[in-house]
C-alpha cells in the first residue's frame, strides 16, 4: 500500500518556521562543522552560518505542500536484488508488468519525494525550477565543442548540486570528497556529478535498463528540455510512472532501479543525465587510506565518538560498518550484502521505532 504525506521535513518534524531555534542551530552545526557540506560555499560576504540559513529557508519554502509517497519496499531489500548477476534476468522480473497500471505521479509546482517504507529516499522530483539546458553544438561528443557545452551549463550543475547539498547533505560530501585527490586540471564536470549522458531528438520509448556501473546508492540527476508536452520516467520495481515535462528534474536511484523514459506526447525529448560511477569513489577510497594510513571518515575508536549528539554517532558507527565491507570491495564488482549504504542508515534507529 501506497501512504501520502505532505509534510516538507518528513524526518524532521515540520516546516523550518516550525523548528525550535535550538534545533535549528544544531541543524546548522551539523552541515557547516560537522559535516562540512558547504566548505568553498561562496556566502556573498554574508557570512556562511546566515547564508547557509537562508539557503534552508528557501528549501522550506519551496517545499511546501510536498507530495510525498512511501512505498511497501526497502531500500536494503532493492539494493539485494540490484545485485543479480544477471543483470537482464532482473531486469526482465522487474518489466513483466503493464506500465499503465501504475501510478502515475503528475508533474506540477509541488516538489515530489519518494521513499521506502523506513523513509529512506528512492526518487525525488523538482518540477519548474530548474533551468533549460543549452546546447552549443550538435557536435558536443567532440573538444572544444564537448566542454562549450559543459560551460555553457554549470549553472545547471550548481543548482542541481545545491538541491542535492539540501536534500541529501551526506550524499553531496562523499561525491565532492573526490576533489582533493584529483590531478591538477581535473575536476567533475558536472557540479556534484562527475560526469554525464546526453539523449537527445528521442520521440520512442527507452529501453528499461539500471545503471550498474553507478555508486550503489547514489542519485542520478535527470533533466529533459525540447518542444513535447510531457513523459513518463517508470520506476519499475515500485510501480510508479513520474509524469515529467521540460525543465524538470528529477533524482533517483538509477543503480538499483530499473527504469526508462517512456510515452513522450507532442514533439521531441532530450535528456541529460549526471551520475556517478562506483569506481572513481573506490578509487578515492583508496588514495585516501594510502596517504593516512586509515578510512575516509578517520581513525575509529571511542575516543572519535566522545562528545558528538546522537545523530553523528550513529552517523560514525554507520561509516565504520561500510568501511570494513568497502576495504573488500573488487573494483570490477563493488556489490556487497554488507555495504547497504552510509547515508541511509542514519535514520535507521528512528525509523524502526516508527514501524514498531
Not at 13 to 36: C, F, P, V, W
Not at 132 to 145: G, I
Not at 181 to 204: D, H, S, V
Not at 297 to 310: I, L, N, T, Y
Request: glycine letters at 8%; aromatic letters at 10%.
Amino acid at each position: 500500500m501506497l501512504t501520502h504525506n505532505t509534510d516538507p521535513y518528513p524526518n524532521s518534524g515540520g516546516t523550518l518556521n516550525s523548528i525550535m531555534a535550538a534545533e535549528l542551530q544544531q541543524r546548522l552545526d551539523y552541515l557547516i562543522h560537522d559535516l562540512k557540506a558547504y566548505e568553498g560555499f561562496n556566502h556573498r560576504g554574508k557570512g556562511l552560518r546566515n547564508a547557509v540559513k537562508t539557503q534552508l529557508n528557501w528549501w522550506a519554502k519551496t517545499q511546501q505542500d510536498m507530495n510525498t509517497i512511501r512505498v511497501p519496499y526497502l531500500f536494503e531489500d532493492l539494493w539485494k536484488a540490484a545485485r543479480a548477476r544477471n543483470h537482464q534476468q532482473y531486469i526482465a522480473q522487474a518489466t513483466g508488468q503493464d506500465w499503465r497500471q501504475f501510478l502515475v505521479l503528475e508533474s506540477g509546482d509541488r516538489h515530489l519525494r519518494i521513499e521506502d517504507k523506513r523513509g529512506h529516499l528512492l526518487a525525488y522530483s523538482q518540477q519548474k525550477y530548474v533551468k533549460e539546458p543549452r546546447l552549443t553544438s550538435d557536435h558536443y561528443r567532440d573538444l572544444p565543442f564537448s566542454q562549450q557545452w559543459l560551460d555553457a551549463n554549470q549553472g545547471l550543475f550548481q543548482h542541481l548540486s545545491d538541491v542535492l547539498r539540501l536534500l541529501e547533505p551526506e550524499m553531496f560530501v562523499r561525491y565532492t570528497s573526490i576533489k582533493p585527490f584529483l590531478p591538477e586540471g581535473i575536476q567533475p564536470a558536472c557540479g556534484a556529478w562527475y560526469a554525464c549522458a546526453l539523449n537527445q531528438g528521442m520521440t520512442t520509448d527507452g529501453e528499461a535498463h539500471f545503471d550498474h556501473s553507478d555508486y550503489y546508492c547514489g542519485l542520478n540527476a535527470v533533466t529533459g528540455w525540447g518542444d513535447y508536452t510531457g513523459a513518463k520516467l517508470i520506476l519499475w520495481q515500485l510501480g510508479l510512472a513520474i509524469e515529467n515535462t521540460p525543465r524538470d528534474a528529477i533524482l533517483f536511484l538509477g543503480r538499483i532501479l530499473t527504469h526508462n523514459s517512456v510515452d513522450i506526447q507532442g514533439g521531441t525529448r532530450s535528456m541529460v543525465d549526471a551520475f556517478v560511477h562506483q569506481a572513481p569513489l573506490i578509487w578515492k577510497d583508496r588514495q585516501h587510506k594510502e596517504l593516512t594510513g586509515y578510512g575516509r571518515k578517520g581513525k575509529s575508536g571511542k575516543a572519535r565518538k566522545e562528545g558528538k549528539g546522537k545523530e553523528k554517532a550513529a552517523y560514525d558507527i554507520a561509516v565504520e560498518d561500510a568501511e570494513n565491507a568497502e576495504s573488500a570491495m573488487d573494483a570490477e564488482d563493488p556489490g556487497t550484502d554488507e555495504e547497504l549504504g552510509v547515508m541511509y542508515t542514519l535514520r535507521l534507529g528512528e525509523a524502526e521505532e516508527d514501524s514498531d
